[in-house]
């Protein structure tokens, strides 16, 4: 049996890394009493893969994970005893059977994501939307990644506008393009001549059914 998880995760827990977060979970599981499948070999593990790593610093409203089960459990009663395993800014949200083969890393083709800028005072957002709307309506944008190389991002931004005082991106996510959101964060600072702090919270993660972008939140794996 194996289960679709989705989680999010707030406050302090968004600190950890991507190995912690593996280690987290499996802790949790084991505390749950969940029938958890084990790898074969010299050191076996639990068997769980994640729709695609966080980064540090980063929270969530919607990521996934797969879990396998050695022999079947109610997905109601896994959420419940996960939620009661796990710190409270780390939310199960839902659980349900996949019934594909499929691997959900596999699945991924993009992500969407809400930057919180703190401005320091309201002509700020205006020159943040002014530098969005630059971004959206050209061909080609030049930045530069977090190790400094410059690329085209704007192939990579699917989706790019203000909601409110907030930016939501739509950004490629898959083995063949992905995009990182503090890299566009930057760019329309620099475009916009600001030096500000933001947030980053991944909202949720898509693949492509058919022609058509679907959330995984309604994709039956």
């Avoid at 499948?37 to 919607?62: K, R, W």
Wanted: hydrophobic share 40%; charged share 30%; net charge neutral.
């Amino acid at each position: 049996m194996k289960l679709i998880i989705k989680y999010s995760r707030h406050g302090a827990v968004k600190y950890i890394s991507h190995l912690d977060m593996q280690r987290t979970f499996g802790r949790a599981v084991r505390r749950a009493g969940i029938p958890a499948e084990y790898s074969q070999g010299f050191n076996p593990h639990i068997v769980m893969s994640f729709a695609s790593p966080l980064s540090v610093g980063y929270e969530t409203d919607g990521d996934y994970l797969e879990l396998s089960l050695a022999r079947e459990m109610e997905p109601e009663k896994v959420r419940d005893a996960l939620n009661a395993a796990l710190p409270q800014e780390l939310r199960i949200l839902d659980v349900h059977e996949a019934t594909g083969t499929k691997k959900l890393m596999a699945q991924n083709e993009s992500a969407s994501y809400r930057v919180k800028i703190h401005f320091k005072n309201a002509q700020d957002c205006d020159k943040i939307r002014n530098a969005a709307e630059k971004v959206r309506m050209a061909r080609e944008y030049a930045a530069k990644d977090r190790k400094g190389r410059e690329l085209d991002i704007r192939p990579l931004i699917l989706e790019i506008g203000m909601d409110g005082d907030e930016v939501r991106l739509l950004l490629k996510n898959a083995s063949d393009g992905a995009l990182n959101p503090a890299v566009v964060a930057n760019a329309l600072l620099l475009e916009a001549g600001l030096d500000a702090e933001y947030s980053v919270c991944r909202t949720e993660c898509y693949t492509v059914a058919n022609g058509e972008r679907i959330p995984f939140q309604e994709y039956s794996f």
